[in-house]
């Protein structure tokens, strides 16, 4: 291993690759940064929240050539030890993070279609990877795994069983990698003994989902075989009547094809707006009054709080509601307005606390008073994938020295 080791970790999404550079002693990031644009027709990379750049070619590889140029600029290209990859879906193949191999590339590619928007991309990034680190160990870090503890009751659709039996239909959840880090750090911040803790984590960003955590085991949670379900995303529709879906196709004449199109990328705070899937681009219609955005806003709201109430009743007991992802770490309206929702609870929120920037970190955003306690904890996907890719590194390392 190098005298100075360092963690490579990789979330190629659709068209974005985000890296950082962990210190693989103390954790800390060294740069972090994203390409975006991929597959378009403008590719641009910034670090450390620098300037953006635009990239040569609008691919993955040239992606990971730039990550690797700004790795080289930093004399750090020889100290990356393991690199550590996001991979959305796992299926009932993996239950927790894996070295990747052959053989495990090949079975994430099986399970692929289930999470399409995610999991294609992640293995282009595994494979640019592979080939810009030869030798260099490669760890898999699925969504899928946390939800893993979750009882047939809340895995299970109310189809015939047959249809688990045969074709494994069944829950499986994602975002796991955020929520199990956030709900160790809310036991932390609230003082909770994680053996006997019941939180409810609301991770709001482009793809969103909610977690029920007792105990520091994910126990319900609103995604499911695939990440369409439960929440109104930027672009995905969440939850939707099949029998709508029915109708609408023999009405157009659309195919599976062209719905599963419209579900995953037509729909969700775009299809309800008309104007963006940014919610910082709503937010602003929203202030200027425009009908569209609150629309779509009070749609996305509503579903949330609806959300978080259904959850609570997967625990014994509800401590707190925690709030993360781009959209709950920033938007001070989207946590009021759920908030608001949610005073069945007794939930009150403290308004200036809820007012304070996401540079403040980890915070309680309730009154003293509130029976529930309300916070916002910034999610740490890297750190987890980080810690997830030294242990099996290490393990790895080990093992060829025996
Ligand atoms: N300051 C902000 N105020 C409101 N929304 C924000 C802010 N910053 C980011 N967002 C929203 O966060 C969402 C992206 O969240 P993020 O967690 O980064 O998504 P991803 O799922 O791609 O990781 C976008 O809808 C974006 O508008
Ligand atoms: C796979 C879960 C998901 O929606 O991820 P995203 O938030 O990165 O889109
Ligand atoms: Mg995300």
């Known amino acids: 291993m190098n005298d100075y080791p360092v963690v490579l970790t990789i979330n190629c999404g659709s068209s974005s690759v985000k890296f950082s550079v962990l210190d693989a002693e103390t954790c800390d990031v060294l740069l972090s940064g994203i390409c975006e644009g991929i597959n378009t027709d403008k590719a641009f990379i910034t670090v450390n929240d620098g300037e953006p750049v635009i990239l040569a070619r609008q691919n993955y590889e040239e992606a990971l ?35 990747i191999t052959d053989d495990v590339i090949e079975k994430i590619r099986l399970v692929s279609p289930l999470a ?52 494994g239909v069944r829950r499986y959840g994602f975002h796991g990698t955020s929520h199990r880090y956030v709900a160790q750090q809310a036991c932390d911040l609230l003082g909770l003994n994680v053996e006997d803790s019941g939180l409810v984590i609301a991770h709001l960003g482009n793809g969103a989902s909610v977690c029920a955590v007792q105990n520091g085991e994910s126990v319900d949670t609103s995604m499911g075989m695939t990440p369409l379900e439960g929440l109104i995303m930027g672009t995905r529709c969440g939850d939707v009547d099949f029998g709508a879906m029915a109708w609408l196709a023999r ?43 609150q629309r779509a806003i009070k749609t996305f709201v509503h579903r949330i709080a609806r959300t978080i109430g259904a959850h609570a ?4 007991r509800l401590d707190g509601i925690i709030f993360t992802g781009g959209i709950g770490e920033n938007s001070i309206l989207i946590r009021r307005l759920v908030s608001e929702r ?32 309300l916070a916002v904890i910034p999610t740490n996907e890297e750190k987890m994938i980080a810690l997830d890719a030294l242990h099996l590194g290490r393990e790895c390392h080990l093992a060829e020295y025996a």
Not at 313 to 316: K, Y
């Open 65 to 99: 050539a730039e990550i690797s140029s700004e790795l080289e600029k930093r004399n750090l290209i020889d100290s990356v030890a393991f690199v550590g990859h996001r991979i959305a879906h796992g299926g009932s193949l993996f239950s927790k993070s894996v070295l």
């Open 116 to 167: 399409p928007l995610h999991n294609y991309a992640n293995l282009h990034g595994v494979e640019s990877a592979r080939l810009r680190f030869p030798g260099v160990p490669q760890v898999a870090v699925f969504d899928t795994s946390f939800h893993q503890t979750l009882k047939p009751e809340a895995y299970l659709y109310g189809l015939p069983y047959r249809y688990f039996e045969e074709y």
């Open 251 to 293: 009405q157009t004449g659309q195919s599976m094809d062209d719905l599963e199109q419209v579900v995953n990328k037509e729909s969700g705070l775009l299809g309800l707006s008309g104007l963006s899937s940014d919610l910082r681009t709503l937010e602003n219609a929203w202030h200027n009054g425009d009908e569209r955005a």
């Open 313 to 316: 009743a997967a625990l014994n």
């Open 342 to 373: 949610l005073q069945v609870f007794g939930v009150e929120l403290d308004i200036d606390k809820n007012n304070q920037p996401n540079r403040s970190g980890e915070r309680i955003i309730s009154c003293e008073q509130s029976p529930v306690i």
